[in-house]
């Protein structure tokens, strides 16, 4: 909101997972309520790290560190008054962002990755994971 509100007229997108939803989701509403156009990007894998990741980085252990699966927040949001976009599939990324620019509301874009693909961040991470959990 922050950057939107220093720099008016530019584009701001800011991404987030699902599992910052919790921490910071909300300043969504505020924005909505303070009709700042800022585009929130939500990497939605329903967990800090999805069922496939972690059954790969971490085989031993059994907790799964899911969440619910698949939360339409962009129906939740919808509900504020803000644009929001469902994407399900990589071709249909590019306009649903091109929609959420040019609706000049709050939007929230949900994204629904392929949850068989390590995330980068947790590919490189994956011996750090290991050597961590393994004591």
């Known amino acids: ?16 997972g699902d599992g910052g939803m919790g921490i910071a ?14 585009c929130y990007f939500l990497h939605n894998n329903s967990g800090w790290m999805n069922p496939e990741s972690q059954k790969l980085i971490l085989p031993d252990v059994k907790d799964s560190w899911g969440m619910l699966p698949n939360i339409r927040y962009d129906k939740i949001f919808a509900e504020m008054g803000c644009h929001t976009e469902l994407v399900t599939e990589p071709q249909q990324l590019k ?12 939007s929230v874009i949900n994204v ?23 004591r």
């Open 1 to 16: 909101m922050g950057a939107q509100l220093a720099r008016p007229g530019k584009q701001v997108v800011d991404l987030l």
């Open 25 to 38: 989701g909300w300043d969504i509403e505020t924005a909505a309520r303070c009709k700042i156009p800022a």
């Open 95 to 106: 306009p649903a962002l091109e929609r959420a620019f040019n609706s000049g509301k709050t």
């Open 112 to 134: 629904i990755p392929d949850a068989t693909v390590l995330p980068p961040q947790q590919a490189g991470r994956l011996e750090y994971y290991r050597k961590l959990f393994a």
